[in-house]
């Protein structure tokens, strides 16, 4: 159907009905990924994206070392793996820091943990392992000694030349600390992608504000805000645009002149008071989807100037959901992060399943680790205006189209912790 056929103000307009993959797909397909950069202090590299591969120009450690606090000790070959009392006299003490002198064959030089092991030393005992005698010039030891025990190797750990973090890896704390322990102080990461919000109905109002009858609070407004700036997006927020033509032009032409995404919530339905499809379509190309899941059946997607656009659902458990099955990948994904997309795992369902539904559902559940494995209960209302479902929730548990079940199966999940 071309656009010009379309009746906006008709409720039984023919959209695509697409499967959840079919959606994400076609959006995934549709990413435009960010490609300025800027360098950054470690410290300001916290969640970026790397956009080069980092190498080591070092070895780590760059000096074989003790592992222990001890002795390090040159043994003689007869000394190896004996039983018995063996004595070694102390001939050095090494701080670490410090690098100590060489060791004759027979002697011992007091270690602590990270320090060089002399020349000459070939194993190293732990002080609890060995006494040292009253006058303090030697050491006794009564296990056998092997060779190189407590010594971490040149290299052990990051050999010079290997690829330490891999260009498109999101930086966590662990990313960071590895990137300094090769001396690398600064990272060139990907640009932040900004992101343009409004909130589309004239019965929102903020919280502070006095609510009256036939009104409620604009709670998408802080879910989508705090979606976007947990997943490390700069966001420029327009708040609540009426439900008018004219105001939700307005508002898409100003976020698409210097945004990368523009995302809004409501309005995507084709009701009469529903304007950001027509608006988008004015000024832009506009995909709107009735997706076959629940909760969140409309979606629409498409591009205003240079920015990505994207419309959830309005009912705030749709709005989170859908969030999180398509505009988190594909943010992702336009982010410049290699790994962007949602990761499940398997739980056992704690309930049945009797009538099979056309559209695949995501239920919120709650998982009962009491015992193993661990099973899924399920939320008592799973309405998608019942925002306390998200709040009581674990994960989402994904029950594929027209299916019935016994408690005891086994399906996809979506924790809520790996999301969020
Ligand atoms: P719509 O998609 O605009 O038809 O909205 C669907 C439902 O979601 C309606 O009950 C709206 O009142 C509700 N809704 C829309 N936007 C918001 C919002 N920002 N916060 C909370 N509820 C909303
Ligand atoms: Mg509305």
């Known amino acids: 159907m071309s656009k010009q056929e379309i009746d906006y103000s008709c409720d039984q307009v023919q959209q695509p009905m697409l499967s959840t993959d079919e959606a994400l797909k076609f959006l995934l397909n549709s990413v435009s990924t960010v490609t300025k950069t800027q360098t950054k202090s470690l410290d300001e590299s916290l969640y970026r994206v790397l956009a080069q591969d980092i190498y080591s120009t070092i070895n780590v450690p760059g000096f074989d070392n003790s592992a222990m606090d001890g002795y390090a000790i040159a ?5 190896i793996n ?24 027979g002697c011992a030089a007091r270690i602590f943990t990270g320090a060089p092991i002399p020349q000459g030393a070939n194993t190293v005992i732990m002080q609890e392992e060995c006494k040292v005698s009253d006058n303090g010039n030697s050491i006794e030891t009564w296990r ?16 010079t030349g290997t690829i330490i973090l891999k260009k498109g890896k999101q930086l966590k704390p662990q990313d960071i600390a590895l990137a300094a322990s090769v001396g690398v102080a600064e990272l060139e990461v990907f640009k932040k992608i900004k992101v343009g919000v409004f909130f589309t109905g004239n019965e929102l109002i903020e919280p502070g504000d006095p609510l009256n009858n036939g009104e409620i609070f604009n709670s998408n407004r802080y879910a989508l805000v705090a979606l976007l700036t947990q997943l490390g997006c700069e966001v420029v927020n327009l708040g609540n645009i009426k439900d008018d033509l004219g105001a939700t032009c307005n508002a898409l032409e100003v976020l698409a002149s210097d945004c990368d995404l523009i995302m809004t919530t409501g309005g995507v339905s084709v009701g009469e008071e529903d304007h950001v499809k027509p608006a988008v379509e004015k000024l832009g190309q506009l995909n709107l989807w009735r997706i076959k899941m629940k909760p969140g059946k409309p979606l629409a997607f498409g591009r205003v ?26 943010i992702k994904k336009m982010q410049g992060i290699s790994h962007y997309k949602n990761q499940t795992t398997q739980v056992q369902t704690n309930f049945d399943w009797h009538r099979p539904r056309p559209r695949r559902e995501f239920i919120r559940v709650r998982l009962d680790h009491t015992a193993i494995p661990a099973s899924a209960n399920l939320y008592p209302k799973q309405g998608s205006d019942v925002l306390s479902s998200m709040v009581w929730a674990d994960g989402l548990v994904e029950i594929p189209e027209n299916s019935t079940f016994s408690k005891g199966k086994v399906l996809n999940y979506y924790s809520l912790n790996g999301l969020l």
């Open 75 to 79: 043994l003689k070959p007869e000394q």
């Open 82 to 105: 004996v039983s018995g009392v063996l004595n070694f006299k102390i001939t050095g003490r090494i701080p670490a820091g410090s690098t100590g002198s060489a060791l004759a064959s």
């Open 144 to 159: 056998p000694l092997s060779l190189n025990d407590n010594i971490r190797p040149l290299g052990n750990d990051i050999q």
């Open 305 to 330: 100037g240079n920015s990505a656009f994207i419309g959830l659902p309005g009912n705030p458990v749709s709005t989170m959901v859908t969030f999180l099955l398509f505009a988190r990948p594909f």
